[in-house]
Structure formats: structure tokens, C-alpha cells
């Protein structure tokens, strides 16, 4: 059973700064495609970034520019750089994981949050 435990959320003023983490275990293999996701009070989650084995990444249009995901594959961690960070970046973000065809169908068309693994997610707050 894949476990993933996100860390690294917090408070930051607009234009700061935060690295999120994702440590998985309790698989054989590489899952396909893994992404963070967020979800702000009141709003439907929404996909913000994800990364597939080939390394190939997709980005929603509003993070392009100042997030970047990334894997490495021998320590089993996700990452989510996240720079220049506005208000309504605050949500509380989950990293996900799951089989796909490709990071960019998988974030845009195909994921559904009854699907794959999920972690519990971590808070980010960004005050103006």
C-alpha cells in the first residue's frame, strides 16, 4: 500500500517563498504520475502541478512560472517549489499519486480524488 506524508506547508507573506515534500513508501515501483493538488476553503480541489517516470511535467496556467514539481526517485520524495507566492495561493495542499498516460492528461483530464493514493496534506498560508 503506498503511504505519502506531505511536510513543509506554512505562513508566508505575498512573495515569499515555501518547498513542500512528499515522502512515499510502501511501494515496489515508481507510481506513474504523482502531483500536488489544493483545495481552498469553499472551492473544489483543484490539480496544481504533476510529474510522470519520464519526468515530463504539467503546470495549472495560475503556477506557471513560479512553481516547480519535481522527484527524485532514489530518496521516494515529490517536491513542490513554490516562489513569489500570492494570496490566493492559500489552500491546503495534498500530493497525489497514480497510474496515467501522462502528467499533463492526468492533471488536466483524468485524476479524481476518490482515485490513487493521497496524503493528508499540509496547510499554506500566504497573508498580502
Known amino acids: 500500500q503506498l503511504r505519502l506524508t506531505e511536510s513543509g506547508g506554512g505562513s508566508v507573506q505575498a512573495g515569499g517563498s515555501l518547498r513542500l515534500s512528499c515522502a512515499a513508501s510502501?511501494?515496489?515501483?515508481?507510481?506513474?504520475?504523482m502531483g500536488w493538488f489544493r483545495q481552498a476553503p469553499g472551492q473544489e480541489r483543484e490539480g496544481v502541478a504533476a510529474?510522470?517516470?519520464?519526468?515530463?511535467?504539467s503546470y495549472v496556467d495560475s503556477v506557471k512560472g513560479r512553481f516547480t514539481i519535481s522527484r527524485d526517485n532514489a530518496e521516494n520524495t515529490l517536491y513542490l517549489q513554490m516562489d513569489n507566492l500570492k494570496p490566493e495561493d492559500t489552500a491546503i495542499y495534498s500530493c497525489?499519486?497514480?497510474?496515467?498516460?501522462?502528467?499533463?492528461?492526468?492533471?488536466?483530464?483524468?485524476?479524481?480524488?476518490?482515485?490513487?493514493?493521497w496524503g493528508q496534506g499540509t496547510q499554506v498560508t500566504v497573508s498580502s
Open positions: 510502501g511501494y515496489t515501483d515508481s507510481p506513474h504520475c
Open positions: 497525489a499519486a497514480d497510474l496515467c498516460s501522462s502528467s499533463e492528461i492526468w492533471l488536466q483530464y483524468t485524476w479524481r480524488p476518490e482515485v490513487g493514493f
Open positions: 510529474i510522470d517516470t519520464d519526468g515530463d511535467t
